[in-house]
Structures are given as C-alpha cells and as structure tokens.
C-alpha cells in the first residue's frame, strides 16, 4: 500500500533505444525510414514543453499567425489593429528590433520546466515569418543574432536545460515561410523548381542538428509534398550519419499528405486527442492558450484552460498511447507569464503524487472505465492505475473494468491515512469493484485535482 511516498520525477533515467548497437541503414524512403524504430525515452516521457518564441511575440496579438493575417488573408482585426497603433509604412520586420528578450534568462526556464515534471523541452528555432531563433547561416539580418536580442536563444536554452536538467532537448522548425520569395517562386512553379529547399531548408535543418544536437526535430508547415522538401533524404542522414543517429525522435510532418502515415511519432494535427488506443505512437502537441501558441496581450483569464481541463486531456492522452507537448508562449521580453507559469506549477505538484502513474507507464486494456465516466487507466509491471477525474458526491466509486483476483489491493497515490476499503461487485464474474474513497476534508488528500487509484493484482 502506498503510504503517500513523493516521486522523484522521473522515476528512472529515460532510458535511449538498444538502436546504438543497431548498425541498419536507412533508405531515403518512407518504407525504409518508418522501419526505424522509435527511441524507447519517447514513450518513456510521457510530457514535454512547447515554446512558441518569435517576432510574433511582439504585436502579441491574435495569434503567432499575425504576419499572415495581416498581410496574407488581411484579416479585418488585425489590419485595423495595426492602423490604430503603428505608422502607415511600419513593417513586420520593423518589429524585430521590438523582440528584445532582455529578461530572458534560460536557467530560471529550465528549473520552471524540470519543476512542471516536464521530460522534453521542444523551442521554436524558426516559425513560419522566417526568423531564426539562432544565428543561422542562411538567415541574414533575419536571427536573433543580428537583430532583436542580439543572442543565440536556441543555444543559451539547450545549454541550461542540458546542465541544470535531464530533460531532453528538441527543436521546432518550419519547413516553409509565408513570404520568403524564393518559396513564393517555388510554390508558383507547383513545387518544380526546390531553390528555397536548396538554399534555405535543408541547410537550416543540417545546421541546427550538428550545431545543436536535438534530441527532437519537429518539423511543421509542411506545405509542399515530402519529394520538395527532401524529407526522406534528410531523415536517413539524420538516422544514418548525423551526430544524433541514435536517440533522436522525430514527427510526420513532412510534406502534404504525410501526417498521420509516415515518420516517427504521429502527431496527425495541432490538439490531436482521439480519446481510444492508437496503434501507433502518437503526441498531442496542444497549447494552455485555447486561441493561439504565440503568448497575446488581448488575451481573456477564461482563455486559458484550467489546470482541471490539462490534467483531464494529459489522462485521456497518455491511457491511449500518446504523449502530451503543451505550449506556452513566452514574451517579447523573454518572460513566461505568470498565468503560465501558475499552470506549470500546478501541474508540477500533481506530478510529484502521481507520476508513479505516469512515467514509464503503457496503456491498459481498457483505456477508460465501462462504467463510470471520467475514470482513465494506465498500468506498469503489475499494477494498473486509475485516474479519477471527478470525485463522487458520496465518496462511492464503482469501477467496471477491473477483474479481482485473490491478491488483489487498492491505494491512493499519496494518501497517508487509513488503508482503502473495497469489495468487487460480483462474486459470479469478478469484474467490477466498489470503493469507499476516504471520507476527509478536500485539504487532506493528497492532491486537489485528479486523484490516481493503485490497483495492484487485478487483471
């Protein structure tokens, strides 16, 4: 019985794949490319961070898709918002000067993002306006080396989360650029002539691993087919010759038509949560903001989701397999909002009591219960662990799908008081169990959200 024992998060060292001593080759296709299996510390994780950190962070406003909006589809909102507050010839460039990350110290990040429970820690290095969180090589006067914070964010951040943290460290890179004018000429010619991929993607992509050394390579905006981009070409360097051959994990989205088919986790769409067991793993990359990835200053309190909201998502998540990224977007001055960081913490503490349940877990044979709802499961070695999202108003839980044997058990994460009592419901079947859940005041249990039961030789 578990007598409210605090984890250390996480239980073990994430653990890389046996894939070291694996001397395969891959061909640059996707049947050879998707043979590679994932690096066990993926699924181990359980939970990552997203940042989305750019010029954007600067109107803050709408969303991360301002230039777009602005220039692109001339969104109403937004051309009058730059109307009222800037002069007739400002330009979206001009706000890089505005992106001056002043209060950007990557150590309080990294002791933020440890503290949230938080396992991999993925930073936009380039959105889709084109700006290069690192000074890259193809991206003159367009980094955050020669304009806006004169530093090497991606870099300054990889160093504190590798020496303060075990955190894994990934990047977040666009494939293409809303107005790069070599992408513009490509896309008019339908994708036949690759100047942008030749002179800008691909090299960024090599940059960033063997300066870098992610451990993660993200890859959106995927507009163009997988043959454009060179994809598999560049993901069998990546897992044959690159400094990151080993361990690295990367998604599937890579081209049109790709996601959800090829790569290496799925992570099919922005908030993917499809709430039944995938046969495939999967990431539910959704962000604490409903409306936007980038951080806004016209943002509302009741835009935000509750920490209630993220515990509920993060069960459904990782009992169906998948792993949960969840985005903040800092500041233009290099600052994680409070609001955020309130959640990061909150979610942390639920951690500490119930990432027994969590880290290193698989999914169960039944994902949720059968009976009553809001119950998900997990399980590990030879217990299964059930999320209990809402507490019965009579403290009477019934649970459907567990089957008692002769040694069967039930705890509480992080409950120190007198053991749990229990009885299965039908002596005939063995399935389905009663639970008397302690009757205290809220402040006595062991976390205020998302309680997590231990069943422990149930089958």
């Known amino acids: 019985m578990n007598k409210g024992k605090l984890l250390e998060i996480p239980l073990t060292p994430l653990e890389n794949s046996p894939q070291s001593e694996n001397t395969k080759r891959y061909e640059p296709n996707w049947a050879s490319i998707d043979s590679r299996p994932l690096p066990q510390w993926f ?10 950190w750019g010029v954007f962070s600067v109107p803050s406003f709408g969303n991360e898709w301002f230039w777009w909006n602005w220039k692109g589809t001339k969104n109403q909102a937004v051309v009058d918002f730059m109307k009222n507050n800037y002069p007739p010839d400002f330009t979206y460039p001009d706000f890089a000067r505005q992106f001056t990350a002043e209060l950007f110290q990557p150590n309080n990040w990294a002791d933020l993002f440890k503290n949230a429970g938080a396992q991999y820690v993925v930073l936009t290095s380039k959105h889709h306006e084109g700006f290069t969180n690192w000074p890259s090589n193809v991206s003159w006067n367009w980094n955050s080396m020669d304009v806006g914070p004169h530093r090497d964010l991606v870099g300054e951040l990889a160093s504190s989360i590798r020496t303060r943290t075990k955190l894994k460290f990934g990047v977040y890179h666009s494939l293409f650029e809303w107005f790069n004018p070599q992408y513009v000429k490509d896309k008019a010619s339908n994708f036949k002539s690759k100047s942008f991929v030749n002179s800008k993607t691909m090299p960024e992509l090599y940059e960033l691993v063997n300066k870098y050394k992610p451990d993660i390579v993200w890859s959106d905006g995927d507009f163009g087919p997988d043959v454009y981009w060179n994809s598999t070409e560049f993901l069998a360097w990546l897992y044959n010759n690159s400094p990151v051959k080993d361990h690295v994990v990367t998604n599937d ?10 790569g290496g986790f799925y992570s099919c769409s922005d908030r993917y949560s499809p709430g039944v067991l995938q046969p495939h793993k999967w990431e539910n990359c ?5 409306y936007s990835w980038g951080y806004r200053r016209n943002a509302n309190i009741q835009d935000f989701l509750t920490i209630e909201e993220i515990i509920a998502t993060f069960a459904s998540t990782i009992s169906c397999g998948g792993n949960m990224l969840m985005n903040v977007g800092p500041t233009k001055y290099g600052m994680i909002a409070p609001v955020f960081q309130d959640r990061l913490m909150e979610f942390g503490s639920w951690l500490k009591v119930n990432g027994e349940a969590v880290y290193f877990s698989t999914p169960w044979r039944a994902q949720n219960d059968s009976v009553t709802p809001k119950i998900w499961y997990t399980q590990k070695s030879l217990a299964v662990y059930a999320f209990v999202l809402a507490w019965p108003s009579d403290n009477m839980l019934e649970l459907g799908s567990p089957v008692v044997t002769s040694s069967s058990t039930v705890s509480m994460l992080g409950w120190n008081g007198p053991s749990i009592e229990w009885h299965q419901k039908s002596v005939q079947t063995n399935k389905g169990i009663i639970i008397a859940l302690p009757n205290v005041p809220a402040v006595k249990l062991p976390c205020k959200w998302a309680w997590v039961l231990k069943l422990e030789n149930f089958t």
């Open 286 to 290: 959704m962000t604490i903001d409903r």
């Open 43 to 52: 699924d181990q994780a359980k939970f990552g961070i997203f940042l989305h």
């Open 253 to 262: 989205r890579w081209g049109t038509g790709i996601r959800c088919h090829h």
